[in-house]
C-alpha cells in the first residue's frame, strides 16, 4: 500500500508497507517527485528487486566476515582470505555499511592496493570481494553490486624458461643430505611443494614404481595438517622415474619413517613447512646461481622434459594435473617443437608433383 499527501509545511510525504507490514517514508519538495520514488517502489516489488533500505546499513566488514564464515573454502583459502581482507580491505572499506559502498570506492581501492602489491594479488583480493556483493544482492542487502565496471589491473603471464639440467644436479648437490631427495622428487615428478613435503609413505610404490599424489600439507596459523590437493584435477597416480626411486629410497634409508608417516621431516621429526624448507632453498640457489629461482620452477623443468622427449599436451596436462588441457598449453605452448617445417613438408608431399595425366591434358594438348 502507497500513499501520499502534502503536510502543513507544504513538503510531500510519500510512504509505503514492505512486504513484512514495515512502513517506510520520504519527504519531497514536489508531488512529482514525492510519486516517482514510489513507482520505482513498486516496480522493484513488481520485478523481484525490491530490497528493504535498511538491509544495506550492515557493514562491509560485518558482513565479509559472515559470508566467509559459511564458504566451502578449503582451510588454506579460508586463512587467505581473512589475512586479505583484514590487511588490506578492512582498513579502508571495512566500516562503510554496504549500501554507501560505491563503484568509485572500489577503483580507489584497487588503485591503492596496485601500488604495492602484484597484478596477481589484487586480483585475487578483488575477486573474493566482488564474490562477498554477489552474495549482498542475493540476500537483499543490496540491490545491485558496486563492482560492475570496475576493471582491475591483468597479471602478466610471464614466459616459462626452463632451467638447465646441469644446474638441476647443481642444486641437488648444494642441498643437506636430509631436504636433497625433495628436489629429485619434483624435478622429476613435477609435484607441487605442498604435495612433496605431504607425501606418505604408504603413498609411494616401490615395486610398480608409482607415487599416489591425494593430500597436500595444509599449512595454517598453529595447525600442520593434511588436505586435499589443489583442486581435483590434482588427484593423481605419477610414474617415478629410476633416479627418483633410488633417491627416496637412499632418504628413507638414512632418515626411516613409520608406513604412514611423513617421508620428509625436518631434525624434530615434524613435516616440513614451506618457511622451513626455505632456510636451506635460499642459500642453496644462490650457491649455483640461481638467485630468484623458485621451487615450482622444478615443475615447470619436468614439464620441459616431458615435451622435449615427445610428451602429447594430454600427457602433460595428466602429470602435472592441470585441469584442461588450455591450461598447459597456456604455460608450456611454446615449449613444443615448431611445426611450420611439418606443415609445408604435408603439402609439397601432396601439391609439389603434378601428375602425369595432368601433364599429357594440359594447355597445348591436341
Same mark, same amino acid.
Given at each position: 500500500m502507497a500513499s501520499i499527501q502534502k503536510r502543513p509545511d507544504g513538503r510531500w510525504r510519500a510512504r509505503y508497507r514492505d512486504d513484512a507490514g514495515k512502513e517506510h517514508a520520504r519527504h519531497f519538495a514536489r508531488k512529482v517527485d514525492g510519486q516517482r520514488w514510489l513507482d520505482e517502489v513498486t516496480a522493484s516489488v513488481v520485478t523481484g528487486q525490491y530490497v528493504d533500505p535498511k538491509a544495506g546499513k550492515i557493514t562491509l566488514q560485518a558482513y565479509a566476515e559472515h559470508w566467509r564464515e559459511i564458504q566451502a573454502h578449503r582451510p588454506s583459502t579460508r586463512d587467505q582470505v581473512r589475512r586479505q581482507f583484514t590487511l588490506h580491505?578492512?582498513?579502508?572499506?571495512?566500516?562503510?555499511p554496504l549500501s554507501t559502498i560505491r563503484p568509485s570506492d572500489l577503483k580507489g581501492l584497487v588503485a591503492n592496493l596496485s601500488k604495492t602489491l602484484a597484478p596477481a594479488t589484487v586480483t585475487v583480493i578483488y575477486r573474493h570481494l566482488s564474490a562477498v556483493f554477489k552474495a549482498a544482492v542475493a540476500d537483499r542487502r543490496i540491490a545491485t553490486s558496486p563492482c560492475v565496471g570496475v576493471s582491475i589491473p591483468k597479471p602478466p603471464k610471464p614466459r616459462v624458461v626452463p632451467v638447465e639440467t646441469a644446474k638441476v644436479h647443481e642444486l641437488v648437490a648444494a642441498f643437506p /643430505?636430509?631436504?636433497?631427495?625433495?628436489?629429485?622428487? #619434483?624435478?622429476?615428478?613435477?609435484?607441487?611443494?605442498s604435495e612433496v613435503a605431504g607425501l606418505t609413505v604408504d603413498r609411494v610404490d616401490f615395486l610398480r614404481r608409482k607415487v599416489s599424489v591425494d593430500r597436500q600439507l595444509?599449512?595454517?596459523?598453529?595447525?600442520? /595438517?593434511?588436505?586435499?590437493?589443489? %583442486? #581435483?584435477?590434482?588427484?593423481?597416480?605419477?610414474?617415478?622415474?629410476?633416479?627418483?626411486?633410488?633417491?627416496?629410497?637412499?632418504h628413507l634409508a638414512a632418515f626411516p619413517a613409520e608406513p604412514g608417516g =611423513?617421508?620428509?621431516? %625436518?631434525?624434530?621429526?615434524?613435516?616440513?613447512?614451506?618457511?622451513?624448507?626455505? /632456510?636451506?632453498?635460499?642459500?642453496?640457489?644462490?650457491?649455483?646461481?640461481? /638467485?630468484?629461482?623458485?621451487?615450482?620452477?622444478?615443475?615447470? =623443468?619436468? #614439464?620441459?622434459?616431458?615435451?622435449?622427449?615427445?610428451?602429447?599436451?594430454?600427457?602433460?596436462?595428466d602429470r602435472l594435473g592441470h585441469k584442461s588441457a588450455v591450461e598447459t598449453l597456456d604455460t608450456y605452448s611454446h615449449l613444443w617443437p615448431d611445426s611450420d617445417d611439418q606443415t609445408r613438408e604435408a603439402v609439397d608431399l601432396e601439391l609439389g608433383e603434378v601428375p602425369a595425366d595432368s601433364l599429357r591434358t594440359g594447355d597445348g594438348a591436341p
Amino acid at each position: 500500500m502507497a500513499s501520499i499527501q502534502k503536510r502543513p509545511d507544504g513538503r510531500w510525504r510519500a510512504r509505503y508497507r514492505d512486504d513484512a507490514g514495515k512502513e517506510h517514508a520520504r519527504h519531497f519538495a514536489r508531488k512529482v517527485d514525492g510519486q516517482r520514488w514510489l513507482d520505482e517502489v513498486t516496480a522493484s516489488v513488481v520485478t523481484g528487486q525490491y530490497v528493504d533500505p535498511k538491509a544495506g546499513k550492515i557493514t562491509l566488514q560485518a558482513y565479509a566476515e559472515h559470508w566467509r564464515e559459511i564458504q566451502a573454502h578449503r582451510p588454506s583459502t579460508r586463512d587467505q582470505v581473512r589475512r586479505q581482507f583484514t590487511l588490506h580491505v578492512y582498513p579502508t572499506l571495512g566500516t562503510k555499511p554496504l549500501s554507501t559502498i560505491r563503484p568509485s570506492d572500489l577503483k580507489g581501492l584497487v588503485a591503492n592496493l596496485s601500488k604495492t602489491l602484484a597484478p596477481a594479488t589484487v586480483t585475487v583480493i578483488y575477486r573474493h570481494l566482488s564474490a562477498v556483493f554477489k552474495a549482498a544482492v542475493a540476500d537483499r542487502r543490496i540491490a545491485t553490486s558496486p563492482c560492475v565496471g570496475v576493471s582491475i589491473p591483468k597479471p602478466p603471464k610471464p614466459r616459462v624458461v626452463p632451467v638447465e639440467t646441469a644446474k638441476v644436479h647443481e642444486l641437488v648437490a648444494a642441498f643437506p /643430505e636430509r631436504f636433497r631427495a625433495m628436489v629429485t622428487l #619434483a624435478a622429476g615428478t613435477g609435484m607441487r611443494y605442498s604435495e612433496v613435503a605431504g607425501l606418505t609413505v604408504d603413498r609411494v610404490d616401490f615395486l610398480r614404481r608409482k607415487v599416489s599424489v591425494d593430500r597436500q600439507l595444509v599449512t595454517l596459523p598453529g595447525v600442520v /595438517e593434511l588436505g586435499p590437493p589443489k %583442486t #581435483a584435477s590434482s588427484v593423481r597416480v605419477v610414474p617415478l622415474p629410476k633416479v627418483v626411486v633410488d633417491a627416496l629410497a637412499a632418504h628413507l634409508a638414512a632418515f626411516p619413517a613409520e608406513p604412514g608417516g =611423513y617421508v620428509f621431516t %625436518t631434525p624434530s621429526g615434524r613435516p616440513v613447512r614451506r618457511s622451513d624448507f626455505g /632456510e636451506v632453498w635460499r642459500p642453496a640457489v644462490r650457491a649455483v646461481g640461481l /638467485e630468484g629461482f623458485v621451487f615450482h620452477g622444478l615443475r615447470h =623443468y619436468y #614439464a620441459s622434459l616431458l615435451i622435449r622427449h615427445g610428451a602429447s599436451v594430454k600427457t602433460v596436462q595428466d602429470r602435472l594435473g592441470h585441469k584442461s588441457a588450455v591450461e598447459t598449453l597456456d604455460t608450456y605452448s611454446h615449449l613444443w617443437p615448431d611445426s611450420d617445417d611439418q606443415t609445408r613438408e604435408a603439402v609439397d608431399l601432396e601439391l609439389g608433383e603434378v601428375p602425369a595425366d595432368s601433364l599429357r591434358t594440359g594447355d597445348g594438348a591436341p
